[in-house]
């Protein structure tokens, strides 16, 4: 092959990575849409989310980049958490392990967004962050499954609300009823005997308004 047609090829390739990056990032999925909904397809059923990019851009990107790589596809809910002592549900998170509890990629972490306004209430969904750092949030999210005002910010950050359920909530009770064990490898309580699995989240047709 002609050198010059080679080295054109190569320079076109290079020329396309970045535009072929771009395509998966969230900020480039409905970019006009600022309230993108997507469906989370269950091992217990479904549930969709409306997503809220006027409050909390970079959240929603961040989670839609994630959604886009497919990487979210056979991750777990490893957390089902139920305050027993005061009688009431709390939390159930996901989106950080395979259903062999080995931890996912992560991208870097995001700016935290919990004074948007937003508030940690029943059905919203929320990202988790690590080891009592505000801004270390990736790719973990979790939804919260009482009005859990103590994760809304105060004299401290608070937990980044980014959208909230608007179908499946029979879905969500129903995984907060499941039975929960210590999980000898991650070393976390509260995760369930069977797991949950996220077979796929997926960006849904913008709505007409």
């Given at each position: 092959m002609n050198t010059r047609l080679i080295s054109a090829f190569f320079t076109l390739c290079l020329l396309l990575t970045p535009l072929?990056?771009?395509?998966?990032?969230?900020?480039?999925?409905?970019?006009?849409n600022l309230?993108?909904?997507?469906?989370?397809?269950?091992?217990l059923?479904?549930?969709?989310?409306?997503?809220?990019?006027?409050?909390?851009?970079?959240t929603v990107n961040n989670f839609l980049t994630y959604v886009q790589d497919g990487s979210y596809k056979g991750s777990v809910f490893h957390r089902v958490e139920r305050d027993e002592e005061n009688e009431r549900d709390f939390v159930i998170q996901g989106g950080g392990y395979?259903?062999?509890?080995?931890?996912?990629h992560e991208n870097d972490p995001i700016f935290n967004e919990s004074g948007s306004g937003l508030k940690n209430d029943m059905y919203t969904i929320a990202m988790a962050y690590q080891d009592r750092k505000p801004h270390s949030a990736t790719r973990q999210f979790f939804f919260n499954m009482d009005n859990n005002d103590h994760l809304n910010p105060g004299s401290d950050w608070g937990f980044s609300v980014f959208g909230s359920v608007v179908e499946g909530f029979e879905t969500l009770d129903k995984i907060m009823r499941v039975e929960t064990d210590y999980q000898e490898k991650i070393g976390y309580s509260y995760v369930p005997k069977?797991?949950?699995?996220?077979?796929?989240?997926?960006?849904l047709e913008a709505q007409p308004y």
């Open positions: 072929a990056h771009a395509a998966v990032q969230g900020e480039f999925v409905q970019k006009s309230f993108p909904r997507v469906e989370f397809t269950t091992s059923g479904k549930i969709v989310v409306e997503l809220d990019r006027s409050r909390a851009p970079l395979d259903k062999d509890y080995d931890g996912l069977q797991a949950v699995i996220i077979y796929d989240i997926k960006v």
